[in-house]
C-alpha cells in the first residue's frame, strides 16, 4: 500500500520519521510529504492513504482541496493536542480540525488518554486512543557503555514545571546528572547518553498545572534504551505498563521527587529491571505495533 504520511512542520527526529520506518519495515511504501505535497498528492490520488502525524504546525481541513471531501481514507495523529492557554493555539484549532476530519468520514487519533476522552466528549465519533512508542532500533540497548551518570534526561526544557524539576535534582548534589536538551540530543545520540545512565528521568509538559497528563515518547524510549524510569505519575501509565511494573517509579509533586529518586537509586530490583523495560517495549509498545493499530481504523485497507 502507498501510504504519504503529511507533515505541517517536518523537524529532524520529529515522530513521522518513525512512523514512517515502521510502515516500511511492516511492507507498505511510505512517505513522508509536506503541506503543498499533501494537497496535490489528495487531489490526485496519488496515495492510498495519507496518514498525518502532528508536527507542531496545523493543516486546514476546511478548505479545498479538503473541505467537504470524502476523507475517508485519512486520519490525524494528534500528538499535542493544543487545549492550552498557553499562546500556542492553532488555528484553525486542534478540535475544529478534529471534527472536520471526523464529520468527512476520516479517523481521529490521540496519543493521550485524557484527549481521546475529552474529543468524545466534544463529538468526535472516529477517535482512536493511540499511545506514543519507541523505535528499539534507534533507541537501544546495544552497545553497552559504563555508567557514568545517576540519572539521565534528554528533551527541551520549555515550561517551568519541567525546568523546576530538573533544577531540583541537580542543586540537590545527591545525583549525577547527563543532561541534553533543547535540539543537544537526537535520536541515536539521546540513546547513547541515556545508555551511560543507571536510570532515566522524565517529567509531563505543564506539570503542575491540570494538562500534565501526558506519557510522551520519552517514556518508551527510555524504557527500551534498558533503563528503568523515574517519572511522574499519571493515569494512563497504569493503562499501558502492568501495575507495580518494577522499572517504573512516580512522583505526584516536587515535595516527594527527591525522596522517591533516592529510594528508588538504593532499590537493586529497580536497578536492575532495564532488561525487562526493554522487553516490554519490544512486546507491546514499538511504532510497528502502533501502526498496527492505526491500519485497524480503515476497514478498508484491512
Known amino acids: 500500500m502507498k501510504i504519504a504520511i503529511p507533515v505541517a512542520e517536518f523537524h529532524r527526529g520529529n515522530t513521522s520519521e518513525y ?7 511492516m511492507g507498505h511504501e511510505a512517505t513522508i510529504i509536506g503541506a503543498a505535497e499533501f494537497g ?3 487531489q490526485a490520488k496519488l496515495h492510498d492513504l495519507f496518514f498525518c502525524v502532528d508536527s507542531g504546525g496545523t493543516f486546514d481541513f476546511s478548505q479545498p482541496p479538503f473541505a467537504n471531501a470524502d476523507l475517508s481514507n485519512v486520519g490525524f495523529w494528534f500528538i499535542d493536542y493544543r487545549h492550552h492557554a498557553d499562546g500556542k493555539t492553532r488555528k484553525p484549532g486542534d478540535l475544529a480540525n478534529a471534527k472536520l476530519i471526523d464529520r468527512c468520514g476520516g479517523r481521529v487519533f490521540q496519543a ?8 468524545r466528549h466534544d463529538g468526535v465519533q472516529n477517535v482512536n486512543w493511540l499511545p506514543l512508542a519507541a523505535d528499539p532500533e534507534v533507541w537501544t540497548d546495544a552497545p553497552a557503555v559504563n555508567k557514568i551518570f545517576d540519572i539521565g534526561f534528554v528533551g527541551n526544557v520549555w ?14 548534589r545527591f545525583f549525577k546528572i547527563g543532561f541534553k536538551g533543547h535540539g543537544g540530543a537526537w535520536k541515536e545520540e539521546g540513546a547513547a547518553l541515556l545508555r551511560q545512565c543507571r536510570v532515566g528521568f522524565n517529567i509531563s509538559s505543564y506539570f503542575g498545572t491540570d494538562h500534565a ?17 523515574i517519572t511522574n505519575a499519571v493515569p494512563a ?6 501495575r507495580n511494573a518494577p ?16 529510594g528508588a537509586m538504593r532499590n537493586e530490583e529497580f536497578l536492575s529491571s532495564g532488561p525487562a523495560a526493554r522487553q516490554f517495549i519490544l512486546e507491546n509498545a514499538t511504532y510497528e505495533h502502533r501502526m498496527t493499530e492505526m491500519l485497524r481504523g480503515f476497514p478498508q485497507f484491512t
Open 19 to 25: 512512523v514512517a520506518r515502521a510502515l516500511v519495515n
Open 112 to 119: 493521550q488518554r485524557e484527549d481521546f476522552e475529552q474529543c
Open 237 to 242: 501509565l497504569t493503562k499501558i505498563f502492568p
Open 213 to 229: 497528563f501526558d506519557v510522551n515518547m520519552r517514556v518508551f524510549e527510555t524504557l527500551s534504551c534498558g533503563l528503568p524510569i
Open 40 to 42: 496535490v498528492s489528495f
Open 247 to 262: 522499572y517504573i517509579r512516580t512522583f505526584t509533586n516536587l515535595e516527594e521527587l527527591l525522596y522517591v529518586s533516592r
Open 159 to 172: 515550561d517551568r514545571g519541567r525546568a523546576s524539576a530538573l533544577e531540583l535534582l541537580v542543586n540537590s
